[in-house]
């Protein structure tokens, strides 16, 4: 039986450049990084006692690793307690956003890192 997420795989162009977009944009925790011959992976975190974290894979070497794999960019949806402040928090911080929307379930906007991956937050009602 599945019990929770533990990480989600988000496999990337720019480790690096992932990493500070996470961190200094978004400002998520970095929680470690690990290094085991070619193959280097950060884990980060939205803050220090999240359940779930995320790990930025360098793409191009899983591909190569298991081309089987499809690496497209999963659909990530974040929660917020305060959409209107990080919505425009975001949008100081040059980060591209989408329209805050209200859906049924409450209210909602899209972002996209620097690779143009989007991701959404949502505030729920």
Do not use: C
């Not at 496999?11 to 470690?32: C, H, M, P, R």
């Not at 999240?50 to 793409?59: D, E, F, M």
């Not at 990080?86 to 591209?96: G, M, Q």
């Amino acid at each position: 039986m599945i019990s929770k997420v533990g990480q989600i795989m988000l496999y990337v162009n720019d480790q690096d450049a992932s990493l500070k977009f996470w961190t200094e944009k978004l400002g998520f925790i970095f929680v470690s990084e690990e290094n085991h011959g070619p193959m280097k992976w950060f884990e980060i975190a939205p803050k220090d006692d999240a359940q779930t974290s995320i790990i930025l894979h360098n793409k191009e070497l899983i591909a190569q690793m298991q081309p089987q794999l499809n690496l497209n960019t999963p659909s990530l949806l974040f929660f917020s307690d305060d959409l209107e402040s990080l919505y425009a928090e975001f949008k100081e911080k040059d980060i591209t956003v989408g329209d805050l929307v209200t859906m049924p379930t409450g209210r909602v906007f899209n972002f996209a890192d620097d690779e143009g991956n989007y991701f959404a937050i949502l505030e729920k009602k």
